[in-house]
């Protein structure tokens, strides 16, 4: 098999919100927005009657990196995930001056879960933090 990373799919309550948060923090931009429902969705996502907005967001670097998914129709009231959780855990973006972007995260809503931490070797500083629902992402500079 000969398989490319496609993108990664973060479902929100506020896809208007989280359209707004993405694009500001990241530079992303909103490349497409639509509906699915019936039984194309229902089959893909297992839940009867499913209706979901979706928003694709991306930039020249990367187009459709990120899939922003709100189910309309079957709206999740789950807590915050723990770090740790089984399953996907986080989204990465890489960033040139990270202490901008945390600037930018922090005044975009988003909330820091430590200080930028550096690795052992001083090869990477990154940090965790929560966009405005709460979904676990990570900002990571490489140092040179």
Same mark, same amino acid.
């Given at each position: ?5 496609? *993108? ?5 309550? /506020?896809? /208007?919100? #989280? ?8 530079? !992303?931009? !909103?490349?497409? &927005?639509?509906? %699915? *429902?019936?039984?194309?969705? /229902? +089959?893909? @996502?297992? !839940? ?12 020249? =670097? &990367?187009? @459709?990196?990120?899939? $922003? $998914? +709100?189910?309309? @129709? *079957? ?5 915050? &995930?723990?770090? +740790? @959780?089984?399953?996907?855990? *986080? ?5 040139? =001056? !990270? ?17 930028? #931490? ?11 933090? &929560? /966009? ?8 990571? %500079?490489?140092?040179?």
């Amino acid at each position: 098999m000969n398989a490319r990373f496609g *993108h990664a799919g973060i479902v929100v309550r /506020d896809l /208007d919100a #989280q359209i707004r948060f993405y694009t500001r923090v990241f530079g !992303l931009e !909103l490349e497409t &927005r639509f509906e %699915r *429902h019936g039984p194309f969705m /229902d +089959n893909m @996502s297992g !839940l009867h009657g499913a209706r979901v907005e979706i928003a694709i967001l991306g930039n020249e =670097d &990367r187009r @459709s990196a990120i899939e $922003l $998914l +709100n189910y309309v @129709s *079957h709206p999740d009231g789950s807590p915050e &995930r723990p770090a +740790n @959780s089984m399953h996907a855990s *986080h989204v990465m973006f890489e960033v040139d =001056d !990270l202490e901008q972007a945390v600037s930018e995260m922090i005044a975009a809503g988003g909330v820091p879960m430590c200080e930028p #931490q550096t690795t052992p070797d001083g090869a990477k500083t990154a940090l965790y933090f &929560r /966009d405005p629902e709460g979904t676990l992402l990570e900002l990571l %500079r490489y140092n040179a």
